[in-house]
């Protein structure tokens, strides 16, 4: 038999049939004032698959503005317990959305169909450091991938909230530094604050994954820093926008 031969810094995406299932809520709990954390339980859940830190689904909320009384939102599995058949989601709460609507009533029994992941990016944890930057709808996906890093490992954390009152602690093996961006000064938007504070980090050495996720075009400006400033090999860096201002439930992702 062949031995398959890998190289470092494998990336491998995985793919799969979306498959739609119906959740009840177990528990809710208020993670942070703009952060509320969902548990979901389901006998649908029995063959649920998310192997990527960054994966998304899709779930299916209320919406009377939508033809079909429903709109479809990508969300990370924040984490996912295959013994209890428990999945967790977070949800970011904005000043109005669907899901934030929904999310902010939701209460143990309710229920949400929810699709996918239809694939994932399984990433080797053998990189010498880590750079996570966005912002709170990146922190799901930053603290799935923070707590799954080998032991002592550095990653750092760059993300941009309201205030102190946001900030977020995840339990890694990993040495984690996070760096929290706060909202204070009105007069910059995220894609200059992240900058700022990416540009105050000297470059480690060895070889790195970055990963961005934030607004459009702040995760846009962070990816050119990344790669036309820093040099910072096309390959082991991932970038999306999360979301588009002005635009309710759109994303954009960058080519790669």
Known sequence: MTERVTSRHEIQRVRREP???RLNVESVIA????MRRIVFKSPD??????????DHIKIFVPDATASQGTTMRDYTPRAFDAARGALTIDFALHEAGPASDWALGAAPGDTLDIGGPRGSMVLADD???YLLVGDETALPAIGRRVESLRPDVPVTTIVVVDGPDEAQTFQTRADWRPIWVFRSDRALDDGARLLEAVRR???PQGDG???????ARAARAVKDHMLEERRHPKAWLK???YWVRGK???SEKFAE
């Open 209 to 215: 994954y970055v990963w961005i996720a934030a607004e």
């Open 45 to 54: 859940l029995a063959d649920f698959v998310s192997l990527g830190a960054d």
């Open 127 to 129: 990189f010498d450091f």
């Open 201 to 203: 980090q000297p470059a």
């Open 239 to 241: 970038a999306a926008g």
């Open 248 to 250: 309710s439930g759109e």
């Open 31 to 34: 993670l942070t004032p703009k």
């Open 19 to 21: 498959k739609r299932r």
